[in-house]
Nanobody
């Protein structure tokens, strides 16, 4: 399974970006999807998850109300719309597909895409 993340870039504080994750392979529609990010010198952290159908989502507290995760199973695509960006959102963003536990927050990644850099200037 190949995952290709794109859409990163440089944006000013308060701006918006939409990240895309293109999946090659049939497993995408059978998998939950998530976005993670890693800032310089920090561990990779969870950002958001979405169920296979797209009916359930979960967000890190730091992005709740600003970011929206979505997916288009017909196109094998996942998205992360990021609004009201601030410098603390600067990181490399990764998409992943995997499995959910009993809750939408219990995500286990099986496949990772390469990252896309998001830089928010103050």
């Amino acid at each position: 399974v190949q995952l290709q993340a794109s859409g990163g870039g440089l944006v000013q504080t308060g701006g918006s970006l939409r990240l895309s994750c293109a999946a090659a392979g049939h497993i995408f529609t059978a998998s939950a999807m998530a976005w993670f990010r890693q800032a310089p010198g920090k561990d990779r952290e969870f950002v958001a998850t979405i169920t296979r159908s797209g009916g359930g989502t979960n967000y890190a507290d730091s992005v709740k109300g600003r970011f929206t995760i979505s997916r288009d199973n017909a196109e094998n695509m996942g998205y992360l719309l990021m609004n009201s960006l601030n410098p603390e959102d600067t990181a490399v963003y990764y998409c992943a597909i995997g499995r959910l536990g009993l809750r939408v927050s219990d995500f286990t990644p099986d496949y990772w895409g390469q990252g896309t850099q998001v830089t928010v200037s103050s």
